[in-house]
């Protein structure tokens, strides 16, 4: 077996101790000899087994030497890891605030099950965690390291940032953490955090300890030679000091509200848009669309998730995305009551996409370059895209071409109240917007096989096959 069949996840380059590589399919990980040590240390730990069984940690197996060819190295790799593969990789810019927050939860509680067998967690990055559907899954196997006595937990301030701030931000001042994580790799640091807090703030729980403590003692520390580090450790660090901390962010994030309320959007579907016979015949419509076992569905503008679920009934795997980030965490909050474990809703927006991101913008994934769907839901979604975000009908038909996916796609026409409430106060200039035209485009790159006219014309669907799109690049 050849080097030259392995490919490197760039993203894992960061970690000098182990690399992340793909095989055949397959996720693996090489570790050097210092990552191997902790590797055996936490594969016999009565928590590890207990929290893969649950789903909590990602199931991993230790293959024997010469099992996969293994990357390149300046040093000989110590052992090899398989994962199992997470359905569809996200990123915390991307989740709701209850996503979010779940994470976080799950990142203490498998951080104080550690402690309770002298093992901890190096690091705290908020991209450790992944989803099955609804439930969150930690596969940063190597961040478990063996606990040195005396020693402070390094990841402290990496949680804060990654999710303490973000969390605190968007329950107590309304700011939205998601354009922030997206700006910044490593997070929000203290003192921008401190910087959006009131002095009423101050007094919430958490926030005088782990917010302004923090940007105070790093202002006082950022221009000396003194090592914290190598101090505390001289001094001792009694691993209840850790517990105790632990225990009181846990009890903290657990009481952060998430937002009430709703949106515009959110509420869309509970208006009832459609009469009785009309939702029952879209709802049929894109039942039969589906047809066989779907591998991934993409629901666009999936709202609170009606067809989303509908989708999951037939399909391995569902990514639910809109733009509204009230319909995102209503939606999530009910699956993950439900334990649904084949359909991930995201926040998104198409108009505004999540770029390659990262060194070199290979750490960070756009969505397309994380999994081509096979089918596409794209209902009522096109009147937003075109006469709110301004693209023209032809290129977001063209772009959905080239996700080279089956396509059921709803078109709004202008008589259509919602096309009329989103064009009142705007001239209309969408001589594009046509329904003839946008015939024209999807018939030029698609092969529509059904169509079902509703609310007397105002809106039709399609059932499109995608038999000539050009393979992406």
Request: charged share 25%.
């Amino acid at each position: 077996m050849a080097v030259s069949d392995v490919l490197i996840e760039p993203g894992s380059f960061r970690d000098r101790k182990a690399r992340i590589f793909y095989h055949d399919g397959a996720v693996y990980r090489a570790l050097n000899a210092e990552a191997l040590q902790d590797w055996e240390a936490l594969s016999a730990s009565q928590f590890f087994a207990e929290r893969q069984a649950q789903g909590q940690i990602v199931r991993t197996v230790r293959l024997e030497d010469g099992a996969v060819p293994m990357p390149a190295s300046a040093e000989p790799w110590g052992g090899v890891l398989r994962h199992d593969s997470v359905p569809f990789v996200s990123y915390p810019y991307e989740w709701s605030f209850s996503m979010l927050r779940d994470a976080a939860l799950l990142h203490v509680d498998l951080l104080l099950a550690a402690l309770q067998e002298d093992l901890i967690l190096k690091d705290s990055s908020s991209f450790n965690i992944q989803w099955q559907g609804c439930a969150p899954v930690f596969i940063d196997i190597p961040s478990f390291e063996r606990m040195e006595v005396g020693s402070a937990w390094a990841g402290y301030r990496q949680f804060c940032e990654m999710f303490l701030y973000p969390l605190l931000l968007q329950a107590h001042r309304g700011v939205s953490y998601r354009p922030w994580l997206r700006g910044s790799i490593d997070g929000i640091d203290a003192e921008s955090c401190m910087g959006l807090m009131s002095l009423r703030d101050y007094l919430r729980p958490g926030v005088l300890k782990h917010v302004v403590l923090q940007a105070k003692m790093k202002a006082r520390f950022a221009d000396t030679s003194f090592d914290v580090k190598g101090e505390l450790k001289t001094a001792g660090f009694p691993v209840e000091l850790i517990r105790a901390n632990v225990r009181q962010l846990q009890k903290t994030i657990r009481r952060l509200p998430a937002p009430a309320g709703g949106s515009e959007w959110s509420e869309y579907i509970d208006t009832g848009h459609y009469d009785a016979r009309d939702q029952a015949r879209k709802e049929t419509f894109v039942r039969h669309a589906i047809g066989q076992r779907r591998r991934l569905v993409w629901d666009l503008g999936c709202n609170t998730g009606l067809y989303s679920v509908i989708a999951a009934e037939n399909s391995d795997y569902v990514v639910a995305l809109d733009a509204d980030q009230m319909s995102i965490e209503r939606l999530y909050q009910r699956l993950a009551k439900a334990r649904c474990s084949n359909v991930l809703p995201l926040v998104g927006n198409l108009a505004d996409p999540v770029p390659d991101l990262g060194w070199r913008g290979l750490e960070r994934r756009s969505l397309p370059r994380r999994g081509r769907p096979d089918l596409v839901l794209s209902l009522a979604l096109i009147h937003h895209v075109v006469l709110t975000a301004n693209v023209p009908l032809h290129e977001f038909v063209e772009w959905l071409a080239d996700l080279g996916a089956d396509l059921v796609i709803e078109f709004v026409s202008k008589q259509d109240p919602m096309v009329k409430k989103l064009l009142r106060n705007k001239t209309d200039i969408y001589t594009d917007y046509e329904q003839r035209y946008f015939e024209k485009c999807l018939r030029s790159r698609f092969d529509v096989t059904e169509q079902l006219e509703l609310m007397d014309g105002q809106r039709v669907m399609y059932f499109a096959r995608n038999s000539h799109a050009e393979a992406p690049s």
